[in-house]
Structure formats: C-alpha cells, structure tokens
C-alpha cells in the first residue's frame, strides 16, 4: 500500500487565524462581560490570603448586605481598606514584617492590646 504524502496547507500560520467574517471581533472600545464600575486604571493581581481572612470579608459582605441590601465584593472591601490606610497618612516605612505592619495599624486605630491584655 503507498501512503499518501501530508499534504500542506495552502494558508500560512496567520491567514488560518484571521477572521474570515466581516464584525467577527469586539470593537475596541468594547469589550465582552460586565462593564467595570469604576473608571480608574487598575490590574488585576493574585494575593494569597488566610482561610480565616476570607471568611472575615465573606461575613462583612454578608452583614453588609444583610443590612443595607447592597452587594458588595471582597475586592471592594479590600480596595476601601487599602485607600483608608493611604488616607490615614499613616507612616508604615519603619515596619519589617507583617506583624508590625498590623502593631503600627492597630496603634493607629487605638486597639492595641499591649501584653495581650484583653
């Protein structure tokens, strides 16, 4: 039996991509999903938070829907958090770990237990 030879393509790599239907790709000022509600620039980026952290923004968004019905996302939480310590002009350049990035906070904030008094 003779094999046939492969045959080749008579398209280049990028011609089999291009689209081959006029209106086929989104216009550039629209993009498919949900509109972003905010109009700032930003990127999207992964942090790796503690199970016990999740829980603590999953249950303020709870309550906060709870009472006020609004929706709000761990991302919103997390953005207002990060604004509020910008705005707070809290000084935090002298920490060296996370631990004292949370002393310097909680001083600030009038919570800290020193000793671990209650």
Known sequence: MARAGKRKSTKSNVDIF???RAGTRPQQGRRPGRPPIHDEA??????????????FLDRLA???R???GAAISRAQ?????LDAVTDADID????????D???TLLTRLGRYR????S
Not at 45 to 53: A, I, K, S, Y
Not at 114 to 117: A, F, I, L, N, R
């Open 114 to 117: 020193m000793g671990g008094e």
């Open 77 to 81: 939480l997390i953005r207002a958090l």
């Open 92 to 99: 935090l350049t002298a920490s060296m770990s996370e631990a």
């Open 18 to 20: 291009t689209p081959t």
């Open 42 to 55: 930003w990127t999207k980026v992964t942090v790796v938070l503690f199970n016990r952290q999740i829980v």
């Open 66 to 68: 709870a009472q006020s």
């Open 101 to 103: 990035l949370k002393a």
């Open 62 to 64: 709870a309550n906060i």
